[in-house]
Each structure stands twice: as C-alpha cells, then as structure tokens.
C-alpha cells in the first residue's frame, strides 16, 4: 500500500474530468509523483486544479513552482494566474536552487539549496522536466527534505534531455513513484494535436486542408522541394505579417541544425534580421551582426549586471582596488533577451538587455563594438534549432522541414517542434520528408541505469 500523503484527495477536485482526476489521483500515491501526456491532454489545467486544493489548505507560501527555461517559467506563471493562482509566481530551476560560482579558480557552478540546505515549502511544481537531465535532477532530489511533495509535469514523447540521462522516462518505468498519464485529447485541441497523436501511434500527421484557427484548422503546410524555394517561402511569410502581428516576438523560427546545411540557424537568422530589423549594427562578434532590437538567446550561464550598477560592473583597471560587490542577476542558458542598447566606460562596453521586465548589461571585454572583442555569450535568435525552444512556446511558428537532418529529426523531435505553435503553426518543405523522420525513434536509444538504481537493482562490487 502507498505511504500516507499531504496530497488532497484528487478524486474531489472540482472542474477536471473523470479521467483526469483517475490519473491524477495514480501520480499522487507516494509523495514524488509524475504527471505525464501530450499537448492538449489538460496537464497544467489538472494541475493547477491540485494547486488550488494545496493553496486552500495549506497556503501559497508552501508551493513553488518551476521549469528549465525561462520561457517555460514564465508560462507555468500566466498559467497559474489564469486559474487564480497569482501568489504563485515560477522560477527556473536554477533560481529555485540558488546559483552560486565554486571550485578553486571560481570557474565553476554550484547550488545553494543542497542536502544540508534544503527547500523549506512543502509542495514542489517541476513543469516540462522531459528537458532536465541527471545532474540537474540529481540537484533537485538533494535540495528536497524528507517529507517534501514534488509533482514532475512532462511529455516523455518529446526530445530526451541535452545532457546525459533521461530521468523522466526512467522514473515512469521505475515503478516507485506515482505515475498518472493523460490520454483523452480535448475538444476543439485543433490539427495540431491531432498530428502529435498521429506521430505517437506511428501515423503519418495531416496538415489542415485550410486555416481556420477558429475550427482547429491550426496547421498550414508549404510543399517545396528544394532550400531556394523553402527560403523564399519563408520570407514571402515574415514580409507578409499583418500589422497586428510584430514579426520579431510573435513569430518564431525553427530549424534542425545550427551551422551545417543550406537551412541552418546562422543562415536563417542573418537573413531575417535583414527582413525585419533595418537598424544600424551596433556589435560585431565574428559573422554575426547585433542591431537594437534584435531578439537574441545565451548560449552559457552567466552573471549579468544590472543596469542600475553600470559602469560598476565594468571591469576596473588591473592595479584598481575598486570593489566588484554589486548586483547581478543570473541568466541561464537558452533565455531569450532583447538587445536595448550599449553602455560604456573608459576601454570597457557592455551590451544592454530587456529580460523579463529588468535592463541588464552584458560586459564585453577589450576591442570596440564594431572591431575584435569577446565576452557576449548570445546568438540571434530569430531562429532556433528544436532543442534549442524546447520548453517554449510562440503565437506562430514556421518549421523547416530540413532533408540533411538526418541524424537529428525524429518522432521526438518532431512531436517537440509541432508543438511550439501556440496559434498557428506553418511547415515549409515535403511533407514525405517529415512523415518518414517520424518513423525513426531515438528516445529508446538512450541507456542509463537511474531505473536499475531506483528499484534497489544495482550490485556494488
């Protein structure tokens, strides 16, 4: 028999369906619990409904919620306040354990929140953690107290995590944990949904025979059978957004592959940038160009300062004593920002950035901002590869359907790229190219021995 929860009774729960609270009430037999299914099954509105239920007994103060990335923070919050849940406002993961440099040189990441520093609320929302590898699951697991609830939200269909391991899918077949899985699509989910259904059954998924968001038709596909003709496409696309619709933030690209191919993101961003920013550039760093309002990605964890702080973030000179005590923020790999500006001090400039609300400053080391310098770990990001928006959603996306992604596109990789569309979702390039990457699986592929470790089966020699 399961050991005794805080959990409420999810049998009782207003507003969800019968299955629904079948398969919540699985995932909260044991204290740690999964919730998994597919887009349009009703995973954040069943769990917003337990959140409802926690908040009514025991308070807001006892939840915190998080995600991976930013933006999938950030809409696990508009989710929750939608249900009346404002109090509970989502972080990254990495916030939620509190992001500290260690190791002998500094150069390195570690967490304040551990064994020996653990989470002090006693319910835990993790959402899209198919993205969360082990380590990071790991540090999640130390940082939780005995007696702690945690709810893991994911579609283990989707891509398996960037780095080593997959503890999603292994907690699922564990048998240790809770697990509910929602199945039933709901009413009026839209083409979309329906294509990622078919992708899981092994079907070929079906575009829309026309677009009408307002009935579903959610899905419009482009047949093109070569990259010209894929990249006219897809600007003839951008250049005809109506003026309602801004073609930098309500819009985004997906593509396979980062620097190989005729359809590859450098490719693909520099030529946007053309389409929809004609300011002048204002940083240079290698081939790419920065102009204000450039919608741009981080490629590492860093510290960033705060606006505020400029010009003390800057770095003084070598023989200055001058305190480095002022605040920064951190920013995670993957989150999104928008180039606002430049700052400078003596030989030194920063790159400013709208994040969430807040102006921070990126410093840029040494050269000019149109000559030789280093330290701006961002990309343009006016197109991104499917790992690279996993966990993050757009009003309208365009999908490239790239035929030397060979090693890449999958069932996983396709059911996580369809599904970024919020609104309305176009693909460009043949559609027989995308029906046979469905075919190939990937998620089987990956070995790890966390299920082993889980049911007590690995043997220490």
């Not at 390195?108 to 006693?122: A, K, L, Q």
């Not at 697991?141 to 292994?170: E, F, K, N, T």
């Amino acid at each position: 028999m399961p050991s005794r929860t805080l959990w409420p009774d999810a049998t009782t729960l207003p507003g969800l369906s019968d299955h629904q609270r079948s398969e919540l009430a699985k995932a909260l037999t044991s204290p740690v619990g999964l919730l998994l299914g597919q887009p349009g099954t009703g995973k954040t509105f069943t769990f917003g409904e337990l959140a409802k239920a926690i908040c009514s007994e025991h308070g807001a103060a006892n939840i915190r919620a998080a995600a991976p990335t930013g933006l999938a923070a950030q809409r696990m919050t508009q989710s929750l306040a939608r249900l009346g849940l404002d109090s509970i406002q989502a972080t990254t993961i990495h916030r939620l354990l509190g992001v500290r440099r260690n190791g002998h040189n500094g150069s390195g990441w570690g967490f304040d929140r551990n064994e020996f520093n653990p989470f002090v609320n006693r319910f835990l929302f993790l959402d899209e953690m198919s993205m969360c590898d082990g380590d990071l699951f790991a540090s999640i697991m130390r940082a939780c107290p005995p007696g702690i609830h945690v709810l893991m939200i994911g579609d283990i269909g989707q891509l398996p995590p960037i780095g080593s391991g997959c503890p999603l899918r292994d907690l699922k077949v564990s048998g240790v944990v809770g697990v509910g899985e929602l199945t039933e699509i709901q009413r009026n989910a839209g083409d979309i949904v329906l294509a990622l259904k078919a992708i899981r059954e092994g079907k070929p998924p079906k575009p829309s025979p026309c677009v009408d968001i307002a009935n579903g038709h959610n899905w419009k596909h482009f047949e093109c059978g070569s990259s010209v003709s894929q990249l006219a496409r897809l600007s003839a696309i951008i250049e005809s957004c109506p003026p309602d619709v801004d073609p930098i933030w309500m819009v985004q690209e997906i593509v396979a592959l980062n620097e190989k191919g005729d359809l590859n993101r450098e490719l693909i961003n520099d030529r946007t940038q053309t389409l929809v920013n004609h300011r002048e550039t204002i940083l240079k760093r290698g081939t790419s160009e920065f102009k204000i309002g450039d919608k741009v990605r981080c490629t590492e964890n860093c510290n960033l300062g705060i606006a505020g702080d400029w010009p003390k973030f800057a770095p003084p000179d070598e023989d200055s004593e001058e305190s480095q005590d002022v605040e920064v923020e951190f920013v995670a790999n993957g989150e999104l920002g928008e180039v606002v500006g430049l700052s400078s001090c003596g030989k030194w400039f920063g790159v400013r950035l709208r994040m969430s609300g807040k102006i921070v400053v990126c410093k840029v080391f040494g050269g000019s901002s149109d000559g030789e310098s280093s330290g701006f770990p961002w990309v343009l990001a006016y197109a991104l590869t499917v790992h690279g928006y996993q966990g993050s959603q757009c009003r309208f996306v365009i999908s490239l359907i790239d035929d030397a992604a060979t090693r890449i596109a999958s069932r996983e990789f396709w059911t996580t790229g369809l599904s970024r569309a919020e609104e309305l979702l176009f693909t460009i390039g043949k559609l027989s190219t995308l029906h046979r990457q469905c075919r190939r699986e990937v998620l089987s592929g990956r070995k790890t021995f966390l299920r082993e470790k889980l049911r007590g089966e690995m043997v220490t020699v």
